[in-house]
Protein backbone atom coordinates (compact mmCIF):
# COMPACT_ATOMS: atom_id res chain seq x y z
CA UNK A 1 0.00 0.00 0.00
CA UNK A 2 1.10 3.41 -0.92
CA UNK A 3 1.75 5.92 1.44
CA UNK A 4 1.79 10.04 0.52
CA UNK A 5 5.24 11.79 2.52
CA UNK A 6 4.64 14.88 3.90
CA UNK A 7 0.83 15.32 3.69
CA UNK A 8 0.78 16.58 7.23
CA UNK A 9 3.80 19.25 6.60
CA UNK A 10 2.00 20.93 3.94
CA UNK A 11 -1.15 21.53 5.79
CA UNK A 12 0.88 23.20 8.75
CA UNK A 13 2.15 25.54 6.22
CA UNK A 14 -1.09 26.61 4.38
CA UNK A 15 -2.56 27.24 7.87
CA UNK A 16 0.15 29.39 8.77
CA UNK A 17 0.06 31.04 5.18
CA UNK A 18 -3.44 31.60 5.71
CA UNK A 19 -2.90 33.40 9.07
CA UNK A 20 -0.44 35.42 7.74
CA UNK A 21 -2.63 36.59 5.19
CA UNK A 22 -5.44 37.10 7.31
CA UNK A 23 -3.24 39.52 9.36
CA UNK A 24 -1.82 41.93 6.45
CA UNK A 25 -5.55 42.18 5.27
CA UNK A 26 -6.46 43.08 8.84
CA UNK A 27 -3.32 45.42 9.05
CA UNK A 28 -4.21 47.14 5.66
CA UNK A 29 -7.81 47.63 6.36
CA UNK A 30 -6.73 49.71 9.63
CA UNK A 31 -4.24 52.06 7.71
CA UNK A 32 -7.29 52.53 5.34
CA UNK A 33 -9.76 53.38 8.36
CA UNK A 34 -7.49 55.58 10.42
CA UNK A 35 -5.82 57.17 6.94
CA UNK A 36 -2.78 56.14 7.42
CA UNK A 37 0.30 54.91 4.47
CA UNK A 38 3.31 56.60 3.56
CA UNK A 39 3.41 60.34 3.87
CA UNK A 40 3.19 61.96 0.92
CA UNK A 41 5.66 65.09 0.13
CA UNK A 42 4.26 68.24 0.95
CA UNK A 43 3.20 70.81 -1.91
CA UNK A 44 5.07 73.58 -3.23
CA UNK A 45 4.37 77.08 -1.70
CA UNK A 46 2.27 78.96 -3.85
CA UNK A 47 3.52 82.00 -5.56
CA UNK A 48 2.42 84.63 -3.36
CA UNK A 49 -0.24 86.79 -5.32
CA UNK A 50 0.70 90.42 -6.45
CA UNK A 51 -0.48 93.21 -3.99
CA UNK A 52 -1.66 96.48 -5.89
CA UNK A 53 1.28 99.74 -5.79
CA UNK A 54 2.17 102.78 -7.49
CA UNK A 55 3.68 102.02 -10.51
CA UNK A 56 6.92 102.96 -9.39
CA UNK A 57 6.94 101.06 -6.81
CA UNK A 58 6.77 97.65 -9.14
CA UNK A 59 9.97 95.73 -10.52
CA UNK A 60 9.61 96.01 -14.40
CA UNK A 61 9.01 91.98 -13.50
CA UNK A 62 5.81 92.87 -11.59
CA UNK A 63 4.64 95.11 -14.84
CA UNK A 64 5.49 92.22 -17.07
CA UNK A 65 3.45 89.98 -14.47
CA UNK A 66 0.81 92.25 -14.86
CA UNK A 67 0.92 92.59 -18.77
CA UNK A 68 0.58 89.28 -18.57
CA UNK A 69 -2.67 89.19 -16.88
CA UNK A 70 -3.96 91.99 -19.55
CA UNK A 71 -3.49 90.32 -22.04
CA UNK A 72 -4.95 87.43 -21.20
CA UNK A 73 -8.29 89.02 -20.16
CA UNK A 74 -11.29 87.91 -22.19
CA UNK A 75 -12.08 91.75 -23.80
CA UNK A 76 -10.19 94.71 -23.89
CA UNK A 77 -12.93 96.38 -20.94
CA UNK A 78 -11.67 93.50 -18.81
CA UNK A 79 -8.34 93.73 -19.64
CA UNK A 80 -8.36 97.63 -19.20
CA UNK A 81 -10.13 96.98 -15.53
CA UNK A 82 -7.34 94.97 -15.05
CA UNK A 83 -4.56 97.48 -15.80
CA UNK A 84 -6.37 100.16 -13.67
CA UNK A 85 -6.64 98.11 -10.87
CA UNK A 86 -2.92 97.60 -10.64
CA UNK A 87 -2.62 101.89 -11.03
CA UNK A 88 -1.24 100.86 -14.67
CA UNK A 89 -4.12 102.18 -16.92
CA UNK A 90 -3.37 104.14 -19.64
CA UNK A 91 -1.63 107.78 -18.50
CA UNK A 92 0.26 105.71 -15.74
CA UNK A 93 3.80 106.98 -15.29
CA UNK A 94 7.19 106.66 -13.42
CA UNK A 95 10.96 107.38 -14.09
CA UNK A 96 13.28 105.21 -15.77
CA UNK A 97 16.89 105.40 -15.78
CA UNK A 98 18.81 104.01 -18.87
CA UNK A 99 21.98 102.69 -18.78
CA UNK A 100 24.01 106.13 -19.78
CA UNK A 101 22.50 107.39 -16.65
CA UNK A 102 20.28 109.19 -18.28
CA UNK A 103 16.27 109.10 -16.80
CA UNK A 104 13.58 109.61 -18.76
CA UNK A 105 9.74 109.29 -18.41
CA UNK A 106 7.50 105.80 -19.14
CA UNK A 107 4.26 106.33 -19.55
CA UNK A 108 1.65 103.90 -20.56
CA UNK A 109 -0.84 104.88 -23.74
CA UNK A 110 -2.12 102.07 -24.93
CA UNK A 111 -4.01 98.70 -23.16
CA UNK A 112 -3.65 95.11 -25.68
CA UNK A 113 -3.57 97.84 -28.56
CA UNK A 114 -0.59 95.85 -30.15
CA UNK A 115 -0.61 92.59 -31.71
CA UNK A 116 2.69 90.21 -30.53
CA UNK A 117 4.65 89.29 -33.71
CA UNK A 118 4.47 85.62 -32.68
CA UNK A 119 1.38 85.47 -33.51
CA UNK A 120 0.07 84.68 -29.43
CA UNK A 121 -2.07 87.51 -29.58
CA UNK A 122 -2.08 90.87 -28.14
CA UNK A 123 0.43 92.82 -25.96
CA UNK A 124 -0.55 93.90 -22.54
CA UNK A 125 0.30 97.57 -21.77
CA UNK A 126 2.07 99.37 -24.67
CA UNK A 127 4.85 102.22 -22.99
CA UNK A 128 5.95 105.64 -24.69
CA UNK A 129 9.53 107.41 -23.32
CA UNK A 130 10.51 110.85 -23.05
CA UNK A 131 13.09 111.27 -26.16
CA UNK A 132 16.32 108.47 -24.56
CA UNK A 133 18.52 111.13 -27.16
CA UNK A 134 18.97 112.97 -30.19
CA UNK A 135 19.97 111.20 -33.47
CA UNK A 136 19.34 111.67 -37.29
CA UNK A 137 16.80 109.08 -39.14
CA UNK A 138 18.94 108.10 -41.50
CA UNK A 139 22.30 109.67 -42.86
CA UNK A 140 22.97 109.98 -45.28
CA UNK A 141 19.54 112.05 -45.76
CA UNK A 142 16.81 110.06 -47.01
CA UNK A 143 13.72 108.38 -47.08
CA UNK A 144 13.91 105.65 -49.26
CA UNK A 145 12.62 102.78 -47.72
CA UNK A 146 10.69 104.47 -44.86
CA UNK A 147 11.26 103.01 -41.33
CA UNK A 148 12.30 99.71 -42.20
CA UNK A 149 15.43 100.79 -43.66
CA UNK A 150 16.23 103.33 -41.54
CA UNK A 151 19.27 103.86 -39.16
CA UNK A 152 17.96 104.64 -36.58
CA UNK A 153 15.38 101.80 -36.70
CA UNK A 154 18.67 99.76 -37.00
CA UNK A 155 20.26 101.45 -33.70
CA UNK A 156 17.09 101.18 -31.89
CA UNK A 157 17.34 97.27 -32.00
CA UNK A 158 20.97 97.07 -30.76
CA UNK A 159 22.69 100.12 -29.13
CA UNK A 160 19.43 101.74 -28.45
CA UNK A 161 18.23 98.54 -26.49
CA UNK A 162 21.33 98.31 -24.79
CA UNK A 163 20.37 101.12 -22.59
CA UNK A 164 17.55 99.44 -21.50
CA UNK A 165 18.12 98.27 -17.74
CA UNK A 166 18.98 94.86 -17.26
CA UNK A 167 15.95 93.50 -16.08
CA UNK A 168 13.91 95.68 -18.51
CA UNK A 169 15.05 93.98 -21.65
CA UNK A 170 14.32 91.01 -22.09
CA UNK A 171 10.96 91.18 -20.99
CA UNK A 172 10.19 93.51 -23.46
CA UNK A 173 7.67 91.78 -26.68
CA UNK A 174 8.37 92.44 -30.25
CA UNK A 175 4.68 93.56 -32.07
CA UNK A 176 4.06 94.57 -35.82
CA UNK A 177 4.06 97.85 -36.40
CA UNK A 178 2.18 99.64 -39.90
CA UNK A 179 4.83 102.20 -41.72
CA UNK A 180 4.84 103.54 -45.01
CA UNK A 181 8.57 101.55 -45.92
CA UNK A 182 8.35 102.99 -49.44
CA UNK A 183 9.39 106.69 -48.16
CA UNK A 184 7.47 109.15 -51.56
CA UNK A 185 4.63 107.49 -52.61
CA UNK A 186 0.86 107.77 -53.02
CA UNK A 187 0.05 103.77 -52.65
CA UNK A 188 -1.36 102.75 -49.58
CA UNK A 189 0.25 99.26 -50.49
CA UNK A 190 3.48 101.04 -49.36
CA UNK A 191 2.31 100.46 -45.80
CA UNK A 192 4.07 97.25 -44.90
CA UNK A 193 4.57 95.22 -41.52
CA UNK A 194 7.97 95.46 -39.88
CA UNK A 195 8.37 93.42 -36.28
CA UNK A 196 9.92 95.60 -33.43
CA UNK A 197 11.04 95.56 -29.95
CA UNK A 198 11.47 99.21 -29.55
CA UNK A 199 9.79 101.68 -32.11
CA UNK A 200 9.32 105.02 -33.12
CA UNK A 201 5.44 106.05 -33.30
CA UNK A 202 3.79 106.80 -36.40
CA UNK A 203 2.05 110.33 -36.96
CA UNK A 204 -1.69 108.46 -36.98
CA UNK A 205 -0.68 106.62 -33.62
CA UNK A 206 0.16 109.61 -31.91
CA UNK A 207 -2.54 112.36 -34.09
CA UNK A 208 -5.59 109.81 -35.35
CA UNK A 209 -7.29 110.21 -38.75
CA UNK A 210 -4.92 113.24 -40.75
CA UNK A 211 -5.98 115.27 -42.87
CA UNK A 212 -2.40 117.42 -43.84
CA UNK A 213 -2.29 117.17 -47.32
CA UNK A 214 -6.58 117.92 -47.25
CA UNK A 215 -5.74 121.14 -45.38
CA UNK A 216 -3.03 122.35 -46.93
CA UNK A 217 -4.14 121.52 -50.51
CA UNK A 218 -7.49 121.21 -50.60
CA UNK A 219 -10.13 118.19 -51.25
CA UNK A 220 -10.38 117.98 -55.05
CA UNK A 221 -7.49 118.44 -57.48
CA UNK A 222 -7.65 121.95 -58.87
CA UNK A 223 -4.92 123.86 -61.18
CA UNK A 224 -3.44 125.69 -58.22
CA UNK A 225 -1.82 122.30 -56.76
CA UNK A 226 -1.55 120.68 -60.93
CA UNK A 227 -4.28 118.41 -60.51
CA UNK A 228 -2.82 116.19 -57.71
CA UNK A 229 -4.94 114.41 -55.68
CA UNK A 230 -3.76 114.79 -52.21
CA UNK A 231 -6.20 112.80 -50.81
CA UNK A 232 -4.50 109.66 -51.45
CA UNK A 233 -1.27 111.09 -49.18
CA UNK A 234 -3.83 111.80 -46.49
CA UNK A 235 -5.02 107.77 -46.35
CA UNK A 236 -1.45 106.94 -47.05
CA UNK A 237 -0.37 108.73 -43.24
CA UNK A 238 -3.90 107.78 -41.92
CA UNK A 239 -3.02 103.16 -42.47
CA UNK A 240 -0.02 103.50 -40.06
CA UNK A 241 -1.73 102.33 -37.16
CA UNK A 242 -4.35 103.51 -34.77
CA UNK A 243 -4.28 106.47 -32.69
CA UNK A 244 -3.43 105.11 -29.06
CA UNK A 245 -5.85 105.83 -26.27
CA UNK A 246 -4.01 108.12 -24.14
CA UNK A 247 -3.34 110.84 -27.39
CA UNK A 248 -7.23 110.35 -27.92
CA UNK A 249 -7.98 111.27 -24.33
CA UNK A 250 -6.04 114.21 -23.75
CA UNK A 251 -7.30 114.97 -27.19
CA UNK A 252 -4.14 115.20 -29.54
CA UNK A 253 -5.18 115.66 -32.94
CA UNK A 254 -3.24 116.12 -36.37
CA UNK A 255 -3.05 119.84 -35.47
CA UNK A 256 -3.67 120.08 -31.82
CA UNK A 257 -2.39 119.36 -28.48
CA UNK A 258 -4.37 121.11 -26.12
CA UNK A 259 -3.22 119.56 -23.13
CA UNK A 260 0.86 119.95 -24.08
CA UNK A 261 1.20 116.35 -23.89
CA UNK A 262 3.44 116.17 -27.19
CA UNK A 263 5.81 119.00 -25.96
CA UNK A 264 8.91 117.22 -24.75
CA UNK A 265 12.06 119.43 -24.06
CA UNK A 266 13.20 119.36 -28.18
CA UNK A 267 11.90 118.63 -31.53
CA UNK A 268 11.11 114.46 -32.26
CA UNK A 269 10.86 112.08 -35.01
CA UNK A 270 7.52 109.85 -36.26
CA UNK A 271 8.83 107.05 -38.17
CA UNK A 272 6.80 108.16 -40.89
CA UNK A 273 7.74 109.71 -43.95
CA UNK A 274 6.88 112.59 -45.92
CA UNK A 275 5.42 110.67 -48.94
CA UNK A 276 5.06 113.55 -51.58
CA UNK A 277 8.51 114.56 -53.83
CA UNK A 278 7.92 118.58 -55.59
CA UNK A 279 11.01 118.03 -57.58
CA UNK A 280 11.65 114.89 -57.85
CA UNK A 281 14.67 114.31 -56.06
CA UNK A 282 13.93 115.92 -52.18
CA UNK A 283 12.84 112.35 -50.78
CA UNK A 284 14.83 113.08 -47.66
CA UNK A 285 11.80 113.88 -45.19
CA UNK A 286 10.83 112.57 -41.80
CA UNK A 287 7.50 113.87 -40.23
CA UNK A 288 8.61 114.99 -36.57
CA UNK A 289 6.75 117.06 -33.82
CA UNK A 290 7.83 120.32 -33.37
CA UNK A 291 9.80 121.44 -29.96
CA UNK A 292 6.34 123.40 -28.88
CA UNK A 293 4.39 120.62 -29.34
CA UNK A 294 2.43 121.04 -32.41
CA UNK A 295 2.06 117.73 -33.77
CA UNK A 296 3.07 118.51 -37.48
CA UNK A 297 6.21 119.72 -39.09
CA UNK A 298 9.26 118.02 -40.91
CA UNK A 299 12.57 117.33 -40.64
CA UNK A 300 15.60 116.26 -42.99
CA UNK A 301 16.78 112.64 -42.44
CA UNK A 302 20.63 113.55 -41.52
CA UNK A 303 19.26 115.90 -38.92
CA UNK A 304 19.11 115.39 -35.58
CA UNK A 305 16.22 115.00 -33.79
CA UNK A 306 14.42 113.22 -30.23
CA UNK A 307 13.99 109.80 -29.72
CA UNK A 308 10.99 108.88 -28.56
CA UNK A 309 10.83 105.61 -27.80
CA UNK A 310 7.66 103.46 -27.88
CA UNK A 311 7.65 99.63 -26.48
CA UNK A 312 5.20 96.75 -24.78
CA UNK A 313 5.34 93.84 -22.25
Not at 143 to 161: F, K, P, T, V
Request: contains cysteine; hydrophobic residues 40%; charged residues 15%.
Amino acid sequence: MSRRRGGRGLTVVAVVLSLAFVIAAAGLLRLVATGGGPASAPDAPAAPELAPAAFEDYSWQDVAQVAQRVAAAGSDEEGAQIAGDYNLGVGSSRQLVLGNDVAVEVRVVGVRQDVRSDGSGVAGLTFMTSPIGMRPMEPPSTSEGGWQASGLRAWLADDGRALLPAELSPLVVPVDKLTNNVGVTDDVASVTTTSDALWLFSASEVCGSLTWFEDEYGAAPSAATGYVDFSAYDALLSGEGEQYAYFAQVGVTGSSDPAHVLALGSAWWYRTPYPYSFTGDDARYFYQVMSSGFPSSTGEADADSGVVVGFCL
